[in-house]
C-alpha cells in the first residue's frame, strides 16, 4: 500500500532502500534524536529493514519530484507502543538531516495520522520524543497532540537515559480538524 501527499509519497520499504537508508542513518544527529544509534554501514541498514522497517505499517518517505527516499513514518502498534491500548498505534518519524526545517516530517505524519483514523478505525494515535528534541516536539504541537505524561525512564541509549515525553491525539480533536 502507498500513501500520498501533495509533495510525498510513502511506500514500503524494500531491501534495494539500504544503500540510500545508511546515506541518511549514519548521521549522528538523526537517529539518537529518534532513539537509535547511528547506522555504521549499508549491511546494517539492510538488517534493519528486514528486521524493523518492513513491518506493516511502516514507510519510506520519498520525496515526489524528484523520486529522492528522505525519512521514514510509520505507525506501530502491540505491547512496543506507547500507547495505552494495543488498538491505539503509536506514531513515529524521522527525516535526514538535509531535508530538516522543510515540513516534511510534519505532512508525512499527517498523511499517516489521517490513514489511522479513516482507514484503520484507530481511537487514538499516539506519538512521543525525547526530552530536547525540540524539532519532534514542534512537529507534535503543529499536528494537534495534547500532553500524557513524561517517563522519566524513558529509554537508554548510548550508555545515557533519555526522559521521554507521551502525547495523545484523540479521533473527537482529530474529526474537529477535518470540519
Not at 511506500?11 to 541518511?24: G, T, V
Not at 548521521?27 to 529518534?34: N, R
Not at 491500548?85 to 505524519?109: D, F, M, N
Not at 495523545?168 to 474529526?175: I, P, S
Request: proline share 4%; with cysteine; aromatic share 10%.
Amino acid at each position: 500500500m502507498e500513501l500520498t501527499t501533495e509533495r510525498l509519497c510513502l511506500k514500503p520499504w524494500q531491501e534495494a532502500d539500504a544503500a540510500r537508508l545508511y546515506d541518511l542513518a549514519k548521521d549522528p544527529a538523526v537517529g539518537p534524536a529518534a532513539g537509535w544509534p547511528a547506522h555504521k554501514s549499508a549491511e546494517e541498514s539492510l538488517q534493519v529493514i528486514r528486521e524493523s522497517l518492513k513491518d506493516a505499517e511502516t514507510y519510506a518517505v520519498w520525496r515526489k519530484a524528484d523520486k529522492l527516499l528522505i525519512g521514514c513514518a510509520g505507525l506501530k502498534f502491540g505491547e512496543d507502543a506507547c500507547s495505552e491500548k494495543g488498538s491505539e498505534p503509536e506514531l513515529g518519524y524521522w527525516i535526514g538531516r538535509e531535508y530538516w526545517g522543510q515540513g516534511y516530517a510534519p505532512e508525512a505524519a499527517a498523511c499517516l495520522i489521517d490513514h489511522a483514523f479513516a482507514d484503520l478505525g484507530s481511537q487514538a494515535v499516539w506519538c512521543c520524543y525525547y526530552e530536547g528534541n525540540d524539532k519532534s516536539k514542534r512537529v507534535q504541537e503543529k499536528l494537534g497532540f495534547s500532553y500524557v505524561r513524561t517517563d522519566p525512564k524513558g529509554d537508554t541509549l548510548l550508555g545515557y537515559t533519555l526522559p521521554e515525553v507521551e502525547n495523545v491525539l484523540r479521533r473527537e480533536d482529530w474529526e474537529k480538524k477535518q470540519a
